[in-house]
């Protein structure tokens, strides 16, 4: 008979695999940061789950010895949860917000050295592939414009523009496909090539909803003065990983990640700043920039993987206002940017015109 094993973060029983096939985390990795967040000196070993012995050490529990349990045999009093009212919350699944600390910063680099090894090869291949569907596109539709164009003199400017066009969109859907693709692989480490295209090709369309709010959000908050940019792109982060991982699309997705992030805004940032930065460091090494900087972009995706999945482990499945008030207000601010940017250069340039009109008056009049 086939072993079982029981999550020790959702209760589903399943084959002994080291990620639950129901809530995705990894196991060993889930325990080892619960026994780091609740061990203390001299403390008894922590009450476990039925099953959760196949992975840790653990004694006997109480009520399977038939003694009465201990003080420190007693199982951590659990959260109470505050009702939400219908359509305006998620519904939270098992899991309780704890006010532990996230993995340090050379742990984070270390793990992630440790899985960038073992899965350099399908990610880069991933990465690639994905600029090739960006690109290709393209170049056939260009090309074919120009054909059609050798037949049709005088129109060669307009059909390679409408190429251009259709290229470029067809690019874009091909690369939210290869993008997706390369995040699922991030996200699970069971994913081969063809596996990752796989689930991405299921979830593109969601893929592209989700890169587009990204894209207009953002870029949104740093035009509102750059530092709501900031705040944006922290906050939103995990959005990339929540969509295959917890199947929240759009605005959910977004709004999912800003809770994660919510209590631990600057353990996030200092996190996300140092990758940035050896992003950046490694993208100017003279010569050999450009090619270590492809290798770069699976290293800083999986550190961004582990600082999600630090904080699932962290604070469960968390519960987020979701009302289309909520979705409208985030698209609503990022609006606000477009808007004022084009106002302010086009009263700066009012000004600058009535400033030299004024100039040139007194010029004629003395």
């Known amino acids: 008979m ?21 809530c995705r985390i990894n196991i060993p990795r889930y325990i080892e940061l619960q026994k780091q967040r609740t061990a203390f000196p001299g403390e008894k070993a922590q009450r476990v789950r039925p099953g959760q012995d196949k992975r840790q050490g653990a004694r006997p529990l109480p009520e399977d010895t038939g003694g009465p349990a201990s003080e420190s045999d007693r199982p951590e009093r659990e959260m109470p949860r505050t009702p939400k ?59 074919i414009a120009y054909l059609i164009s050798l037949a049709f003199q005088g129109s060669t400017e307009a059909l390679i523009v409408a190429g251009s066009v259709i290229g470029a969109l067809a690019g874009i859907i091909a690369g939210c496909w290869g993008f997706g693709a390369f995040f699922c692989a991030v996200a699970d480490e069971g994913l081969g090539i063809k596996d990752a ?28 003065f750059f530092i709501p940019g900031i705040l944006f792109m922290v906050w939103f982060a995990f959005a990339v990983f929540i969509l295959p991982n917890e199947d929240e699309k759009g605005m959910n997705a977004v709004l999912k990640s800003k809770e994660y992030v919510k209590g631990y805004w600057f353990d996030v940032f200092g996190r996300l700043f140092i990758i940035w930065l050896a992003s950046i460091g ?10 270590l900087s492809i290798m770069f972009v ?24 979701s009302s ?30 009535m400033h030299s009109l004024t100039v040139l008056k007194e010029t004629i009049l003395y």
């Open 2 to 22: 086939e072993d079982k094993i029981t999550c020790p973060r959702c209760g589903f029983e399943q084959p002994d695999t080291q990620v639950c096939i129901k």
């Open 85 to 143: 009212p219908p359509g305006s919350w998620q519904k939270r699944t098992e899991g309780s917000e704890t006010s532990g600390k996230l993995t340090g910063i050379g742990n984070l680099f270390e793990k992630t050295w440790d899985i960038f090894k073992r899965r350099i090869g399908t990610l880069i291949a991933l990465y690639l592939l994905t600029i090739a569907l960006v690109l290709i596109p393209v170049g056939i539709f260009v090309l």
């Open 197 to 224: 295209f796989d689930k991405g090709g299921q979830k593109i369309w969601a893929f592209i909803w989700l890169f587009s709010l990204l894209g207009y959000i953002v870029p949104g908050g740093f035009l509102l």
């Open 282 to 291: 490694v993208g100017m090494i003279p010569f050999i920039g450009m090619i």
């Open 298 to 321: 699976p290293f800083e995706m999986i550190f961004v993987y582990l600082v999600y999945e630090d904080l699932r482990s962290v604070k469960g499945d968390v519960a987020y206002p």
């Open 324 to 353: 289309t008030g909520e979705k409208v207000k985030w698209i609503g601010i990022a609006t606000l940017g477009y808007i004022i940017v084009p106002i302010i250069i086009v009263a700066s340039l009012g000004i600058a015109f």
